[in-house]
């Protein structure tokens, strides 16, 4: 571990501990449902039509501690691209009830991060309304397991805001739980099989996801609270 990892990690503890504290604290904040059921979401989007819901066995929805969650697969009609859809909404965020980062849950699935990073996906006018930018920055991680790869965008959102750093969204739901006395969050991954695990396959995955979260980003105004 380098220098700078080793300090990541330790301000990211600091975070979780400032965390623990006040959302033990926040006992009388009230949990926010979402605006519309999440099973209402969409299931057409501009050329991406659901082919399938995927549903989680009941161990692992008590694992994750996720309040509502939606989990499907898109194909694009045109040329048959899929892309997998997960959200996870929160509540309320108290010990055992918090957002669960991929970077936990992929490796412990067996996928293997290749490379990582974030990208900038720009937003239509009429969804950017809201939020401080008229794009969002997301994590971008390309990940393995034998021979499949697969390219992973997402990001924590709640009250009008996306987030893509961990660290800024334990800071947020900090400052949010004493401003605002909420601890609701929602976390939003989109996924693209690459493939054949090359450059220009992953630019292609690229593409299809940014596609997606551009079609289907403007839905989400309407069920996660502002």
Known sequence: MTGSDFARTLALCGCLVVAAVVLDHASQSEPVALRTPLASFPTEVDGWKSTRTVEFDPKIVTILGVTEYLNRVYVREQDRTQVGLYVGYYKSQRQGESIHSPLNCLPGSGWQPITSGRAIIPIPADASASLAAPSIEVNRYVVQKGLDTLLVLYWYQSHGRVVASE???KIFLVTDAVRLNRTD???VRVIAPVADGTAE???????????FIQTMFPALDGFLPS
């Not at 396959?201 to 596609?211: G, L, V």
């Open 167 to 169: 660290y800024w969204s």
């Open 185 to 187: 969050g929602s976390i």
């Open 201 to 211: 396959a992953a630019a292609r995955a690229q593409d299809a996801a940014t596609h």
